[in-house]
């Protein structure tokens, strides 16, 4: 006999459906082995179970079941893992424990006495404050010191940039060689590079502008730039003022032939008392370098003569001569000076160290 194997099957059981229809397709006859255990086989498969239910409602619910394991494994692995600060703020709240309930009719008392505590404030008429708030904007606006004046460069530098580039251009540069310059004089010698690079490269032929960059670059450690762009300024236009600068630099890289080379423009040139003394403060210093403190003195030595004004060159020239005389194990002499220094001039670099120290 026959049996209908849809039947059996639930609405919408596409496995039993596809087990009647592939028996069909296959061939075999009602009453051929084969297709009786086919149709055993489907009645089991689409048929009821021991505990009353149907097997494809059981393997439903098995797929079911592992999907919902599958989703809630997923939402445990994206859920968010606590931090250190989340594990302190929870402990904390432990510790405190539930906040107090408060009484409201306690709360309402407490808010009734806070309001009846305010005091209300009485404003009065004085007048329109349109002065008073106009120089307090001008207060506001002004830095309370006087405005800086725009700085001024040497007509004849200027004469030469408007030679060079025109009165337009060379007025423009003119304006930033005049700040670069007072970038030295402040110590951005940065700023100062970089600006006076700049006009150097569009006007190659200003002394000027060579002289800021190797200055510039001397303040910096630069030496052998700034010793190229100072050859390159005095090359242009002799200055007796570059020249002290541009033996330091070729002392820091021991072209000692260069010093005094140097050394001898600067005293064939009778420059100031100032630029005299920086000269031969850097000469003695290439002597010294040398480990000729001798002759490191015996160069100092125009510097002892005593004078009716005492300026900062004397000190700087009476400072190097005593470090002299200390690197010559001659502390009397040594603390001659540095005692000098400090009569006229007590916190004069690191003089007071110098004395308590010096021969020891």
Not at 1 to 16: E, K, R
Not at 225 to 249: K, V, Y
Request: aromatic share 4%; net charge positive; hydrophobic share 35%.
């Amino acid at each position: 006999m026959w049996v209908d194997v849809a039947s059996w099957a639930m609405p919408g059981d596409q496995s039993s459906i596809s087990s009647r229809g592939s028996d069909s397709e296959s061939g075999s006859g009602v009453g051929s082995p084969s297709s009786g255990s086919s149709s055993g086989s489907s009645r089991n498969n689409g048929g009821r179970n021991g505990r009353g239910g149907y097997e494809g409602d059981a393997n439903r619910s098995d797929r079911r079941d592992g999907k919902g394991s599958a989703r809630e494994n997923r939402s445990k692995q994206e859920r968010p893992q606590l931090t250190e600060a989340d594990r302190r703020s929870m402990d904390v709240k432990r510790r405190r424990g539930p906040k107090p309930e408060i009484d409201p009719a306690v709360a309402k008392e407490q808010e009734r006495a806070k309001i009846e505590a305010r005091t209300t404030e009485q404003w009065i008429d004085e007048g329109s404050v349109r002065g008073s708030a106009k120089s307090a904007t001008q207060r506001a606006g002004s830095s309370g010191r006087a405005p800086r004046e725009a700085p001024e460069l040497d007509p004849v530098i200027t004469a030469q940039l408007n030679d060079a580039l025109g009165a337009q251009r060379g007025a423009r540069l003119s304006e930033r060689l005049a700040q670069a310059s007072e970038a030295l004089d402040r110590e951005r010698f940065d700023e100062a590079k970089r600006i006076a690079t700049s006009i150097a490269k569009e006007a190659p032929g200003v002394a000027a502008a060579h002289e800021v960059v190797g200055l510039a670059n001397y303040r910096l450690g630069r030496y052998k730039q700034a010793a190229a762009s100072l050859e390159i300024a005095h090359d242009l236009h002799e200055n007796q003022e570059i020249l002290p600068p541009l033996a330091d630099c070729y002392r820091a890289l021991e072209r000692w032939s260069a010093v005094e080379r140097v050394w001898l423009l600067i005293r064939e040139s009778s420059p100031r008392h100032e630029i005299l003394a920086e000269g031969r403060i850097v000469a003695a210093g290439a002597l010294a370098d040398r480990g000729n403190l001798s002759a490191a003195i015996e160069m100092m030595m125009p510097a002892t003569k005593k004078t009716k004004s005492v300026k900062d060159h004397h000190l700087r020239q009476w400072y190097v001569l005593a470090d002299f005389y200390d690197r010559l194990n001659d502390p009397i002499k040594a603390r001659r000076w540095f005692a000098t220094i400090a009569e006229i001039d007590p916190g004069y670099v690191d003089v007071q160290t110098r004395l308590r120290h010096i021969g020891r």
